[in-house]
């Protein structure tokens, strides 16, 4: 079946540097989603991507969609208090249903 | 979101006792789903709905049981709790058409 991984598990970092997490799929995706938990919350929906190679900036964040649709990344510019929690990948291949990845949980040390 | 609601919020119970959790949404949108979270693990699919007269089993529906009441009003149980079943269990709810899924804020359930 499809293999979802999500790399680190854990990122320590202080604030001000930044911060990338990076989602492998063992097959080719249709999109990818990112999701944000924050600590004793629920995941919430970042950003979907569909194209090949294509990205996505959201203020600091910067999302990319592999060229062949089987990876991606989230990357974090001069990273701030305010974005620590688990970042999680979402592959959907086309089915009906979606597979997270294991997530990247972010401390920042102000 | 306050759209998509769980109840209860927390829950301690005993080996072998049957436990319901419920979700409710007012998105009308007509997928819903059960996710376990443990940590180091993510999130793991036990069912998902579709419509009312639609339920499919997800990764890890072994223990567990669901009900779609309404549209809007989808129930996990678990007939015989384990302490294995101890987790963080999410409902959320999609619309047809779109990707997006809108998360409840989760039953944490302990199993002693």
């Known amino acids: 079946g499809q293999q979802v991984m999500q790399i680190p598990q854990y990122q320590h970092v202080q604030e001000g540097e930044d911060f990338t997490t990076y989602c492998n799929s063992s097959?080719?995706?249709?999109?990818i989603q990112w999701y944000k938990q924050r600590p004793g919350g629920h995941p919430v929906f970042l950003i979907q991507?569909?194209?090949?190679?294509e990205v996505k900036k959201q203020k600091r964040l910067t999302f990319q969609f592999g060229e062949a649709k089987k990876n991606s990344s989230l990357h974090i510019t001069a990273t701030q208090t305010t974005d620590v929690g688990t970042y999680f990948c979402?592959?959907?291949?086309?089915?009906?249903?979606?597979?997270f990845g294991a997530g990247t949980r972010l401390f920042v040390k102000a | 979101d306050a759209d998509v609601t769980q109840t209860p919020r927390n829950r301690i119970t005993k080996t072998g006792k049957r436990i319901m959790l419920e979700c409710s949404q007012t998105?009308?949108?007509?997928?819903m789903y059960w996710y376990r979270q443990d940590p180091g693990l993510g999130l793991r699919l036990i069912y998902y709905?579709?419509?009312?007269?639609?339920?499919n089993k997800g990764e890890i529906s072994d223990g567990y049981s669901v009900s779609r009441q309404a549209q809007a009003k989808f129930s996990l149980s678990l007939e015989s709790a384990i302490p294995n079943q101890t987790a963080l269990y999410f409902c959320?709810?999609?619309?047809?058409?779109?990707?997006?899924?809108?998360f409840g804020p989760g039953t944490r359930l302990t199993v002693l």
């Open positions: 097959t080719t995706l249709s999109n």
């Open positions: 998105k009308g949108h007509d997928r």
């Open positions: 991507l569909v194209k090949s190679g």
């Open positions: 979402a592959c959907y291949t086309g089915g009906f249903k979606t597979i």
């Open positions: 709905s579709f419509d009312v007269k639609d339920i």
């Open positions: 959320a709810t999609m619309q047809q058409g779109a990707d997006t899924q809108y």
